[in-house]
């Protein structure tokens, strides 16, 4: 158990809806970064937030949004989805966004879109 | 940009047997490497990093991989296979100093230790 959590493990939704993914970072942790992971893409970098500031942004698209709350926890917001945004999609967590610190990895939001 | 290259989908070993999984990056200048592993319905668990220093890193679950600057490699290792290690295997690159802290993953080798 790396100490970060997401939910929901699971969602299923229709095509054009709007889905908010939430993620807790590990205790201490001020960093939280989202990836999506898909068959035909792998692992893409999407967005990072640091103390609740945006600090990088990836491949993420316009119609996908996060923020960093106060108590550092984290919303990835998908909005219009289409068949494509079926992934799984990770928050990850470390304790500054220095360089050479790892990353700690939740066990994924499936997400499924019909 | 920042690139890293998985060569093999797929590895298969015999257990006992050591293993080695391969990968080569590439970042136009120093880069931090690391290793991740991620079993069947789970998140990425953080195996080993090179930083700087000893090019042959040491990790979790006896773990190690070797820096090599000159062929721009950076390969997973152990001495002896587990079935347990049976998994999918993610390298990753970050280049040193870019300002930027997202991880550049590779396309993940399946690791197969049979028994």
């Known amino acids: 158990d790396s100490g970060v959590t997401q939910t929901p493990k699971h969602l299923i939704t229709a095509t054009g809806q709007r889905v908010t993914l939430r993620c807790s970072p590990r205790?201490?942790?001020?960093?939280v970064y989202w990836y999506q992971q898909s068959l035909d893409q792998g692992l893409q970098f999407l967005i990072q937030?640091?103390?609740?500031?945006?600090?990088a942004k990836g491949n993420i698209l316009e119609r996908f949004s996060a923020q960093q709350f106060p108590d550092l926890h984290s919303e990835l917001n998908l909005s219009s989805l289409e068949l494509g945004d079926s992934a799984l999609y990770f928050c990850?967590?470390?304790?500054?966004?220095?360089?050479?610190?790892?990353?700690?990895f939740g066990p994924g939001t499936r997400l499924t879109v019909t | 940009a920042q690139s890293v290259a998985q060569p093999e989908d797929q590895v298969n070993v015999a257990e006992g047997n050591p293993l080695t999984v391969k990968c080569t990056y590439s970042?136009?200048?120093?880069?931090?490497l690391f290793w991740y592993v991620q079993y069947p319905n789970r998140g990425l668990q953080f195996l080993l990093k090179y930083i700087t220093g000893d090019n042959l890193v040491k990790g979790s679950y006896g773990f190690e991989a070797e820096f090599n600057k000159s062929q721009t490699s950076f390969h997973l290792k152990k001495p002896s296979a587990l079935v347990s290690d049976s998994a999918l295997y993610f390298c990753a690159v970050r280049k040193v100093g870019a300002g930027s802290y997202q991880l550049t993953f590779g396309k993940g080798t399946k690791l197969s230790v049979i028994p």
């Open positions: 937030y640091y103390n609740g500031e945006e600090r």
């Open positions: 990850a967590s470390s304790p500054n966004p220095g360089e050479y610190y790892e990353q700690y």
């Open positions: 970042v136009s200048g120093n880069p931090y």
């Open positions: 205790s201490g942790d001020l960093s």
